[in-house]
T-cell receptor
Framework: DAKTTQPNSMESNEEEPVHLPCNHS???????IHWYRQLPSQGPEYVIH???SNVNNRMASLAIAEDRKSSTLILHRATLRDAAVYYC??????????????FGQGTILTVHP | DTAVSQTPKYLVTQMGNDKSIKCEQN?????MYWYKQDSKKFLKIMFS???????INETVPNRFSPKSPDKAHLNLHINSLELGDSAVYFC??????????????FGPGTRLLVL
């Protein structure tokens, strides 16, 4: 799987928007961009994924650069419950990848009341 | 109504013992996984089964043996436990095996401590 680079940590205030960046300069045309998060003492949780177009769901938005070499996860109004480690993961669409997720170090998001 | 459940939640044992961790999913998924999260918090895939067939077997010591009695269950047996096996083990499942767009659902984890 191609590699991703994320900041080690970010901080936000409650009810403010949060933009979590991810660089993936070696992304291939068939790599999907996935975001998962891991709340303290819990298993990872799916957040959102996309290929080329921006995506929205009830949890977040995903903004993908036109050249696909970077993306940004947007939490529109951070809550204390959003404090977690956020992982940006590239998943190859073909071959024998068989769905495995390759986690990097992720970004630790701290949300202040 | 837990989608992916694991037992036990905590496991404390002595070096050299053999132990098993069980995982069950009630989502009707075809594919299940085991991941290991070490003390530095890195999450790594260990195994994956699709329709009871092993499809991913990363570089894991032979002491670790997964077993899938049916599509809804994936167990992990560990022989001759070592200190370095101390970690959190997560089970996950997804609908398919190709995975590029699949969502994986994770269990709550089993915290293994080897003394």
């Amino acid at each position: 799987d191609a590699k991703t680079t994320q900041p080690n940590s970010m901080e936000s205030n409650e009810e403010e928007p949060v933009h979590l960046p991810c660089n993936h300069s070696t992304i291939s045309g068939t790599d999907y961009i996935h975001w998962y998060r891991q709340l303290p003492s819990q298993g990872p949780e799916y957040v959102i994924h996309g290929l080329t177009s921006n995506v929205n769901n009830r949890m977040a938005s995903l903004a993908i650069a036109e050249d696909r070499k970077s993306s940004t996860l947007i939490l529109h109004r951070a809550t204390l419950r959003d404090a977690a480690v956020y992982y940006c993961i590239l998943r190859y669409a073909g071959g024998t990848s068989y769905g495995k997720l390759t986690f990097g170090q992720g970004t630790i998001l701290t949300v202040h009341p | 109504d837990t989608a992916v459940s694991q037992t036990p939640k905590y496991l404390v044992t002595q070096m050299g013992n053999d132990k098993s961790i069980k995982c069950e999913q009630n989502l009707g998924h075809d594919t299940m996984y085991w991941y290991k999260q070490d003390s530095k918090k890195f999450l790594k895939i260990m195994f994956s089964y699709n329709n009871k067939e092993l499809i991913i077997n990363e570089t894991v010591p032979n002491r670790f043996s997964p077993k899938s009695p049916d599509k809804a269950h994936l167990n992990l047996h560990i022989n001759s436990l070592e200190l370095g096996d101390s970690a959190v083990y997560f089970c996950a499942s997804s609908q398919g095996a190709r995975g590029f767009g699949e969502t994986q659902y994770f269990g709550p984890g089993t915290r293994l401590l080897v003394l």
